[in-house]
């Protein structure tokens, strides 16, 4: 597994911080009947479960949302992804649907309400740090254009800041031509069962990706 680290500083403020690091070979492909039928299935179960305003009250969502707020950042402004995810599907508005891979993470975010990254490996150089990211920091986001990801918990490479749980970067997201991937969960909440998640993550990866070669971790 790639070698992942995270800060002392990061870990001075957020001490119960921990990443779900899950890393397989995958195949990626538009669309699976079964798997569009399973995200159907899961939607409605969100929909009529919930109220918009009853989101940010989700344990693993409200506890990502204090962690912005220890560190400075609104999350209202730069919402959580599995909070923007579930706020959207119970507002009907359903989900955008990528490729197998992306709608897994999507999946496996709104039931659970972490906020999960998936990079593409090929694309990241070097090992991966997650660090408070400083002052002027800005990437390309997926479908966001210019994200400031200053103050956020962000991961980084040699060639710089790639991932938060608000929005990746274009850099390293999951493409068609991705064959191999690394999956992290956020978890500020230091309670949720990791182990379970990850299991399940590998189970959807091997059933929907054909996924291989997987390993687990969780980082404390």
């Known amino acids: 597994?790639?070698?992942?680290?995270?800060?002392?500083?990061i870990k001075s403020k957020l001490p119960e911080i921990r990443l779900g690091l899950l890393e397989a070979d995958i195949r990626v492909v538009n669309n699976i009947s079964e798997l569009d039928d399973r995200l159907e299935q899961e939607i409605?179960?969100?929909?009529?479960?919930?109220?918009?305003?009853?989101?940010?009250?989700?344990?693993?969502?409200?506890?990502?949302?204090?962690?912005?707020?220890?560190?400075?950042?609104?999350?209202?402004r730069y919402r959580p992804s599995a909070e923007a995810l579930s706020r959207r599907i119970v507002q009907g508005k359903g989900l955008y649907q990528v490729n197998n891979a992306v709608d897994i993470v999507n999946w496996l975010s709104f039931v659970s309400g972490f906020s999960i990254g998936a990079y593409d490996l090929n694309q990241?150089?070097?090992?991966?740090?997650?660090?408070?990211?400083?002052?002027?920091?800005?990437?390309?986001?997926?479908?966001?254009?210019?994200?400031?990801?200053?103050?956020?918990?962000?991961?980084?490479?040699?060639?710089?800041?790639?991932?938060t749980p608000t929005s990746d970067s274009d850099r390293t997201c999951i493409k068609p031509s991705t064959s191999k991937m690394i999956m992290v969960f956020y978890d500020f909440n230091g309670k949720a069962d990791l182990d379970l998640w990850l299991k399940q993550s590998a189970e959807w990866f091997e059933q929907f990706a054909g996924a291989e070669n997987i390993n687990t971790d969780i980082l404390k």
């Open 44 to 76: 409605d179960i969100l929909f009529n479960k919930y109220e918009v305003e009853d989101i940010k009250n989700r344990p693993i969502i409200e506890a990502t949302r204090n962690a912005y707020k220890n560190l400075g950042k609104d999350p209202n």
């Open 124 to 163: 990241i150089v070097g090992d991966i740090y997650l660090d408070i990211a400083p002052e002027g920091v800005p990437y390309e986001a997926i479908g966001r254009g210019k994200l400031n990801v200053s103050s956020l918990p962000a991961l980084k490479d040699d060639q710089g800041y790639f991932g």
């Open 1 to 9: 597994m790639r070698r992942i680290f995270i800060s002392d500083e």
